[in-house]
């Protein structure tokens, strides 16, 4: 397990730091899809750059098993905000980048590859130039990249970011299926809350300025479609449209909706 304790960040600003996380404390477990959202800026890049480890919390703790997070490691699989494939080799190479650093053989590495080329629906493509591909396709690539040194821990900067509206659709139905059968504990940022009520298993809001957990919810949606049942029909649902509603008003009008909870707490305690 993942655990962030009470962890802070400060940048060293122009005048005086910059405090960019604060006070933030967060779980996450294999087989959990914790997806995180807030607005632009708030700090989401940064929580995920401390879980896999490129970034050290300025205080609090993050650890992985009851250790400290150290570095980066091969238990935690990263997918960036902006693709990082390497241009100058071929689609199957960059999939089996990460294997060779694992010492994996040159065929096993190539078996290996084609399995999760085939997986993101690319197997046409193994022998292409990164620079033949659209930018949707080269977000599956960096997917497949990450899946194919099978991590316990995939984190997922805005993976779907780049994709149209349809290859969105089925790469979050296809996020679901690999989280079903792999038992991944999966991290990833979105700015759609369609597809962040639709994947996770524990839908995480943050507040901007300094960022900090503004609401935990457990959601069912993504096991829905897991056992069976169709993703329009569960995105058409009356109780998936009111929650989409609900935490939309949330993430335009945060102060007003904390300051009418906070007085729902007073009432509560008056009453
Ligand atoms: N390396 C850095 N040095 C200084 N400031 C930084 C650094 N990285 C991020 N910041 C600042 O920290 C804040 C949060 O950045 P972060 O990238 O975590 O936001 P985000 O929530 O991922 O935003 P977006 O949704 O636009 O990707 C921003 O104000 C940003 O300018
Ligand atoms: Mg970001």
Redesign the pocket.
């Known amino acids: 397990m993942i655990r962030l304790q009470s962890v802070s960040v400060a940048?060293p600003g122009a005048a005086r730091p910059?405090e960019?996380l604060r006070d933030l404390s967060l779980d996450l477990h294999e087989g959990r899809f914790t997806v995180v959202i807030?607005e632009?800026?708030?700090?989401?890049?940064?929580?995920l750059n401390l879980i896999a480890g490129f970034l050290k919390p300025s205080s609090g703790l993050a650890s992985i098993d009851n250790v400290p997070i150290a570095g980066p490691g091969a238990e935690r699989g990263v997918v960036f905000?902006s693709d990082t494939l390497l241009p100058w080799q071929t689609v199957q190479e960059n999939v089996a980048f990460g294997l060779r650093l694992a010492g994996q053989s040159p065929q096993q590495r190539q078996v290996r590859a084609r399995e999760y080329l085939a997986l993101t629906g690319l197997q046409d493509y193994a022998d292409a130039a990164i620079w033949e591909l659209s930018g949707g396709m080269r977000q599956r690539v960096s997917l497949a990249r990450a899946l194919a040194v099978d991590p316990r821990f995939l984190l997922l900067d805005?993976p779907l970011g780049a994709l149209d509206a349809l290859t969105r659709e089925q790469m979050q139905e296809h996020l679901l299926q690999v989280w079903k059968a792999s038992g991944k504990g999966i991290f990833m940022?979105t700015?759609s809350v369609e597809e962040a009520l639709f994947l996770a298993t524990d839908l995480v809001l943050l507040r901007a300025r300094p960022?900090r957990v503004d609401s935990v919810r457990q959601l069912g949606f993504g096991a829905r479609f897991a056992a069976g049942e169709s993703a329009r029909s569960i995105k058409s649902d009356p109780g998936f449209v009111r929650l989409r509603e609900e935490i939309l008003e949330q993430l335009l009008h945060p102060q007003a909706h904390h300051d009418s909870r906070e007085d729902a707490v007073l009432e509560d305690t008056l009453a």
């Open positions: 940048y910059q960019v807030g632009s800026g708030c700090g989401k890049t940064t929580l905000q805005e940022i700015h960022g």
